[in-house]
């Protein structure tokens, strides 16, 4: 045994934690932001939305620039997003979010003290704090 290893071990726990602490922040960061945009993001009707993509689907089929293009397909994949998310289908993206939030939360709470109430108050739901564990303080 080399007088190398118990360093290397320790360096190892280190950096399994540091990797561990840092996937939980992002985690927390990216479920926070959805729920931001959520809120602060205007909600189409359907038929609105399909209307917009009707023609953004025209406007395609004649653009002779690349940088129109460009745009076009951008704002169709807004489009589409938008769709997915009046009919109810979250993407996988979406849902999973919330999965890896529910797994990293408590922990991640627990290290910066986060509260039940200050969850709250940025709108991560009740239901999805109790599937993560945390509980309102007695």
């Known amino acids: 045994m080399s007088s190398s290893e118990p360093e290397n071990t320790a360096t190892v726990l280190y ?21 931001r945009s959520d809120r602060v993001g205007r909600r189409e009707s359907r038929e609105v939305v399909h209307r917009e993509l009707s023609w953004v689907e025209s406007e395609l089929l004649d653009v002779r620039d690349s940088v129109g ?46 509260s039940f109430a200050a969850w709250r108050a ?5 239901d999805v704090l109790r599937s993560a564990g945390i509980a309102p303080a007695p």
Not at 15 to 33: G, H, I, K, P, T
Not at 80 to 98: P, T, V, Y
């Open 122 to 126: 940025v709108g991560v739901p009740a």
């Open 69 to 114: 293009e460009l745009r076009l397909l951008q704002n169709r994949q807004h489009l589409l997003r938008e769709l997915n998310a009046i009919d109810g289908d979250l993407d996988s993206a979406g849902s999973g979010d919330e999965r890896a939030f529910i797994v990293a939360a408590a922990s991640y709470g627990r290290r910066q003290g986060v």
């Open 15 to 35: 950096l399994s934690d540091f990797v561990r602490r840092r996937n939980e922040r992002e985690a927390v960061r990216v479920y926070l932001e959805r729920l």
